[in-house]
Structure formats: structure tokens, C-alpha cells
């Protein structure tokens, strides 16, 4: 049971563009939801993250959106530069649970010059 | 460096063998978890640590995985009697988190262990 959905496995944007990941998500107890980004051979890389208290969350290009009547969230990097380049995962944790991430299975993100 | 290490960046073993798989957190970082992902897939939750001790291990996968850390710190994933459905990159993270407190901390990764298992 996937419990957190990245329903799009690839995306191209051109440089400069807006890049809109978008994640959903079936646990109603999940109330802590993060970005992460993924080179080749490396470990994830935190991007941003939200609390389920808020709907917005804005740090510098990244723009991460919760929408929780939906269940569904969304990463919004604008200008998409071509070092953005890379695997994007979403991931949440639960209330008072040991907070174990729980991932989608990722978007590849291609920013074409 | 001031981030998580783990080490062997890559091993190769014969199915069969024993592996162990190291992982070295963020100094000061009380909480450390070990996640694998299989090709193609996202990462999967194997165990945290939170100290010296595991209140989860619901995610290791069998009882040839298993995983001790020692003061706190470092921390190793052993794997008996290794088959091929084990190879993976298995990830270890950290974060800082005071027990009993919800504290919607980051977890941060290291680079991961290749395992590939012949």
C-alpha cells in the first residue's frame, strides 16, 4: 500500500520556467511533509519541508504548498535553473510516531538550457 | 565532513556471505535511521535509533537483517547469509530529536552503501 504517491515519474521544464512537482498522500496522519533532492550516486538532500499547521512554506526558489482537504502537496521552484536538475522525492512523517519518513517514489526532474 | 558518512560507498559479495554496513551521524544528532531503496523504488524504512536503543525495528525485512549502534553513535546494518533480493543502496540519517518530543526535525542523509549482491 503506497501510503505517499509521486504519480508523475518525469517532468521537463525549460530553464527559467516554473517547475510544479506534486505529491499525494492516504495516511490522514501524516503531519509533517518534506522535499528532498537526489544526484546520481549521492544520499537525498533536504530541500523544505512544511508542518501540517501551515499551507505555505517559502524558502528562497522552493515554495513547497499543502493542501490537506486534498491530501496533496506540491514543490514550486521558480526560475527552474538547470542544476535542478535531479530525482525528487517527497516524503511525510506521522503525529507522536518516531517520525520514520515515509517516501514516494520520486519524480525526475530534467531542466532543459 | 560535518554530514552523515557511510561506509563502503560500494560492496560486492556472493550470495551467502555476511555483510556489515557502517554508518557515522551528525555529530550531536541523537536519532539515526537506516533506509534501503531498491531499483526503481523510493526509500523504504528499515529501523531508527534513538540513543543506543531501536523502539522500531518493524521495517528490517527479515531476521537476517539487523543493526546495533554503540554510544550514540555509530551505527552498523549487518545482513547474514545475503541473497540476491537484498541488493540495494541502503541510507543511513540522522537528526537531532529529544526523546519524547515531537520535534519535526529534518533527517539528513549520507551518500548510502551499494550493495550488490552476486
Known amino acids: 500500500d503506497q501510503q505517499v504517491k509521486q504519480n508523475s515519474p518525469s517532468l521537463s521544464v525549460q530553464e527559467g520556467r516554473i517547475s510544479i512537482l506534486n505529491c499525494d498522500y492516504t495516511?490522514?496522519?501524516?503531519?509533517?511533509f518534506l522535499w528532498y533532492k537526489k544526484y546520481p550516486a549521492e544520499g537525498p538532500t533536504f530541500l523544505i519541508s512544511i508542518s501540517s499547521i501551515k499551507d505555505k512554506n517559502e524558502d528562497g526558489r522552493f515554495t513547497v504548498f499543502l493542501n490537506k482537504s486534498a491530501k496533496h502537496l506540491s514543490l514550486h521552484i521558480v526560475p527552474s535553473q538547470p542544476g535542478d536538475s535531479a530525482v525528487y522525492f517527497c516524503?511525510?512523517?506521522?503525529?507522536?510516531?518516531?517520525?520514520?519518513?515515509?517516501f514516494g517514489t520520486g519524480t525526475r526532474l530534467t531542466i532543459i538550457p | 565532513g560535518a554530514g552523515v558518512s557511510q561506509s563502503p560507498s560500494n560492496k560486492v559479495t556472493e550470495k551467502g556471505k555476511d555483510v556489515e554496513l557502517r554508518c557515522d551521524p551528525i555529530?550531536?544528532?541523537?536519532?539515526l535511521y537506516w533506509y534501503r531503496q531498491s531499483l526503481g523504488q523510493g526509500l523504504e524504512f528499515l529501523i531508527y535509533f534513538q540513543g543506543n536503543s531501536a523502539p522500531d525495528k518493524s521495517g528490517l525485512p527479515s531476521d537476517r537483517f539487523s543493526a546495533e549502534r554503540t554510544g550514540g553513535s555509530v551505527s552498523t546494518l549487518t545482513i547474514q547469509r545475503t541473497q540476491q533480493e537484498d541488493s540495494a543502496v541502503y541510507l543511513c540519517a540522522s537528526s537531532f530529536r529529544e526523546l519524547g518530543v515531537y520535534s519535526n526535525q529534518p533527517q539528513h542523509f549520507g551518500d548510502g552503501t551499494r550493495l550488490s549482491i552476486l
Open positions: 516524503a511525510a512523517s506521522e503525529y507522536g510516531g518516531n517520525e520514520k519518513l515515509t
Open positions: 555529530s550531536g544528532h541523537t536519532a
Open positions: 495516511n490522514s496522519m501524516f503531519d509533517y
